[in-house]
């Protein structure tokens, strides 16, 4: 089942849209094979603002971030996660306007131990636990722990609206990369869930154009990850044994060279995944069907 993903977004670097009332959209200048045109950040609310996600440490996007909010006073930087395209750009913002931080903790997972993606700098004010309810003026927000792409991963609900804040859970440009040991893809696929059983009638994502239709989006979403660990299981048994490496050929077929590695990375974590379901096992670095 192919998803429909939005493959272009007009807003300039530096420019600003609104996405829904209140809620405002700037793209980071930060484009890359895993980032798209790069980091959305968005402003929350009038006068008295949130800013959610504010992106790495970019003068540029500062200063548009500023621009924007000009004549008004940022109150809290919100961070979905810790991966380093998302959060460090919260240190020089609060350096700028005294806002306080706000997250679902640090970065979970050490350097040595594989969290080499993360931003362990980053230590919200004010840790944010999952349903817990966040009030400015004039808009509620509900944080909802959504591990998998990143075990301190965060969407935000707005209330009262259907507008759901979906970060790098749910992309509108790409699937997201699981990568182990802070990325889990049993994880990942509850949380698909979780948000899939919600209702809402828009999704703003980390990168990427606004969801418009989030339903037929979420289920091909689902139905591919369900495709992929059916083709993992598939190359094994025809194959007997191997490492993660050896099956991203039959199973991801032609790749753009930079994205090997991470397609490598998300077919371990299916692999953990099947194997916490008594359905792969390993000896060593080589799996096999169970």
Request: charged share 20%; aromatic share 6%; glycine share 12%.
């Amino acid at each position: 089942m192919s998803i429909p993903f939005l493959t272009s977004d007009g807003l300039a670097h530096g420019a600003v849209e609104q996405v829904a009332p209140g809620v405002r959209r700037l793209v980071c200048n930060n484009p890359s094979a895993f980032t798209f045109r790069g980091t959305n950040t968005y402003l929350i609310g009038q006068g008295e603002v949130a800013v959610l996600d504010p992106g790495p440490e970019d003068e540029a996007q500062l200063a548009a971030i500023l621009r924007a909010t000009e004549g008004e006073t940022i109150t809290r930087v919100l961070v979905s996660h810790t991966h380093r395209d998302h959060s460090p750009g919260a240190r020089p913002l609060v350096a700028r306007t005294g806002a306080m931080t706000f997250g679902f903790g640090p970065h979970v997972t050490p350097p040595e131990a594989g969290g080499e993606g993360g931003d362990h700098g980053f230590h919200p004010d004010v840790r944010l636990a999952d349903d817990e309810v966040l009030e400015g003026k004039g808009w509620r927000l509900r944080a909802l722990h959504t591990p998998g792409h990143c075990a301190n991963h965060l969407c935000f609900s707005l209330e009262g609206t259907g507008i759901l804040f979906s970060a790098d859970h749910v992309m509108s440009w790409s699937t997201s990369v699981v990568s182990p040991p802070d990325g889990d893809m049993a994880d990942y696929m509850r949380s698909l869930e979780r948000v899939m059983a919600r209702d809402d009638r828009l999704l703003l994502p980390g990168h990427g154009a606004p969801l418009t239709e989030p339903k037929p989006f979420l289920a091909a979403l689902k139905a591919h990850r369900e495709e992929r660990e059916a083709k993992v299981l598939a190359a094994l048994r025809a194959v007997g044994q191997a490492t993660p490496a050896e099956l991203v050929p039959p199973v991801y077929g032609p790749l753009d060279a930079r994205l090997v590695g991470p397609a490598g990375r998300s077919l371990l974590s299916h692999l953990l995944k099947l194997e916490g379901e008594g359905r792969a096992a390993r000896d060593g670095e080589r799996w096999m069907a169970v």
